[in-house]
């Protein structure tokens, strides 16, 4: 009898071939104009928070993600602290946002002094389920003179944040539904999805406010670094301003007109985006390729379900899942491919299972709590789309 | 008879030379192994914020500044905010830092839901006024349990910020009496003074804590960065947790103990980092030479008094700063540097004339009034003390 971590092992196996342990869940890879940029720098002296490099990635990231305005961050949470500070989130206000996602997510409300809000995914998605939302509030939710309040607590909710996981579009007209039906503005956290389109274009196109990251582990990377991305030329204008300490322009003066960050992308990682940006497409492409071997190689499997886009989006499959059967033991499947050299890894623990977000308000969270306990993530470089085996 | 901006022309042109214009206050030089380093990133792919160089900097950096502990962030503002966290600075508190520093200084104070509360300095070195900043103590805190608390406000005061003006270190002994007599941890803000030295010692080894930056403006540079410094392994070990998202070491599960931040250095920065640092020793010699050659020819001057380091300091001379005399026209002195492409500039505007901080509680300000009035800023990068005109 084949033992799952074996079954995994053997797929695994088969599908990567004979390449160097051990195996990353997602690497970057340079083969673009990352050296003849940052050279630039150099040569120029240019490499803090204002140059060019700055503007272009900004411009390119833009066109790339489907909305006229970039804001370079130097990474994805304090895009997300600025994002929902824009969204108009104060002090002791919620906001709701899955339990399954990063903790970053959950730390960008607490920045901004508010109280995470906890909300279910769907299996479909791994994301917020719509309906389900739709129907808490319906329950949780009064309309008063402000906005919308908390029955239970007496707070106003002051947005939803969806997390497109792994890469993965939510289903962005649903959430837009219920969005409007509340009143709420819609903050999408798409660190982990650029160049995912839902239903043909970029999901980051989507909402009053998307933000990306380019840390380490992500499709495109700048060491680290993130972007606020919107349509909304007088947000895209604040969140430039918040982000450079709100500082006044003027020839000499210092002056700052409130309290501000210093959240703004150097020069010297925005030279190695626009390099990294360049090489998206292949990336992609690339992807899309080892997923589709994935997806291949586990369709008979009496033991896993690979997690397949859902059909009204084109994912980037930033780390491809498997869903284990229910029951199965995650942890010794863990320990057996990770002594292999297959480094794969569950999902997060869920934000109300950590000691300091466990007593926030949150919704029935069933669908959570199954799926975290089965899913597994998959070594997910794009290099091993592209047969590089290094 | 010749205007005090004409004066000043006239010894740029005279220490500067026959110079590319315009010339800038502070620009980073790059002669080193910044290319080799980066490039090393780039061939391993390790650019985030795990690497070699992460620790190499640290290492390189404690022993440079004279502590066993560094620990790098993504800036100074970051490591600031860290730092007063560790020293215990709780909601509601007040921090006690100079009103003549810049904005990052107090926006820290904030990000910890502090409240800045300003005082003088003296004209010796720019910075926090010892002698002062007691007898207001002795009036203005009472001891009970739990600490000094403000007789007026009624909240705890609960840390002294010293900042090293232009790199000048402040009176750190006669602080350190005052932090001793008050029960107060002193948390350096030593973001400009990198290679400055306080009775033969680094200034960054005094304090419980002190933190750097290593901003584009900076004496070294890594784009942007900064770091926490320390004696004591436990902070040091705390610091790298709270700026790690204070994730539990794991081979794979994502466990978070507290709420924590983004805030380490990437890798690739680390690396340019590394290779600035090489190049500190020439780069103090060359800022040196160029501070002397001001000195000398602002030695006769009826306008201006060029700021020399105070007695018990060796000054790495950051940014050179001269005094104008008592009710000269500093915008117009400003005007007419800048128009000939020079571009000197004033002190910052002080904290406590910034609407966001101007109700925050104060001392007499009166002598960071007069010197904010009168400072002005020159052109000081290294490479201007090596001689390079380009």
């Keep these: 009898m084949v033992s799952p971590s074996e079954a995994l092992l053997a797929i695994l196996e088969d599908v990567l071939g004979d390449i160097q342990k051990p195996v990353s869940l997602h690497e970057p890879h340079f083969a673009g104009q990352e050296w003849l940029y940052v050279k630039d720098c150099l040569d120029t002296g240019w490499v803090s928070s204002v140059g060019s490099y700055v503007d272009l990635f900004e411009a ?43 903790i970053a997510t959950a730390n960008a409300v607490f920045y901004c002094n508010a109280v995470p809000h906890f909300v279910d995914c769907e299996q479909k998605t791994f994301g917020m389920d719509a309906q389900k939302l739709a129907a808490y509030l319906a329950e949780v939710g009064v309309k008063k003179e402000g906005g919308l309040y908390n029955r239970k607590t007496g707070q106003r909710i002051a947005a939803i944040v969806p997390v497109h996981i792994f890469g993965h579009p939510v289903d962005m007209d649903a959430l837009e539904t219920v969005a409007q039906d509340f009143g709420l503005p819609l903050v999408s956290d798409a660190a982990e999805a650029l160049g995912s389109l839902y239903k043909e274009s970029p999901v980051t196109s989507h909402g009053l406010l ?181």
Tied chains: 1, 2.
């Design 60 to 102: 390119q990231l833009a066109k790339s993600c489907g909305v006229p305005h970039a804001v370079l961050t130097v990474n994805g949470t304090a895009a997300l602290h600025i994002a929902l500070m824009l969204a108009g989130v104060k002090a002791g206000e919620e906001v709701l946002l899955p339990a399954l996602t990063f």
């Design 210 to 390: 998307s933000v990306l990251s380019f840390n380490g582990n992500k499709i495109v990377t700048t060491g680290g670094g993130g972007a606020i991305l919107t349509h909304d030329p007088d947000l895209a204008r604040q969140a430039k301003h918040l982000t450079t300490t709100a500082k006044v322009p003027h020839r000499w003066a210092f002056d700052h007109d409130k309290i501000g960050y210093n959240y703004r992308m150097p020069n010297l990682n925005a030279a190695f985006g626009c390099a990294q940006l360049e090489q998206l497409g292949g990336f992609l492409v690339a992807k899309r390729a080892l997923a589709e071997r994935y997806e291949a190689a586990f369709a008979g499997s009496s033991h896993f379900e690979f997690f397949k886009e859902p059909e009204f989006a084109v994912s980037n499959y930033w780390l491809n899942a498997l869903l284990l059967k229910d029951g199965m033991d995650r942890e010794s499947v863990l320990k057996g491919v990770h002594e292999a050299g297959y480094l794969c890894r569950p999902a997060w623990t869920l934000m109300h299972e950590l000691p300091m977000y466990k007593d926030c308000p949150r919704m029935d969270l069933s669908v959570s709590e199954n799926l975290e306990s089965r899913i597994l993530n998959l070594p997910s470089s794009a290099k091993l789309g592209m047969g590089i085996n290094a």
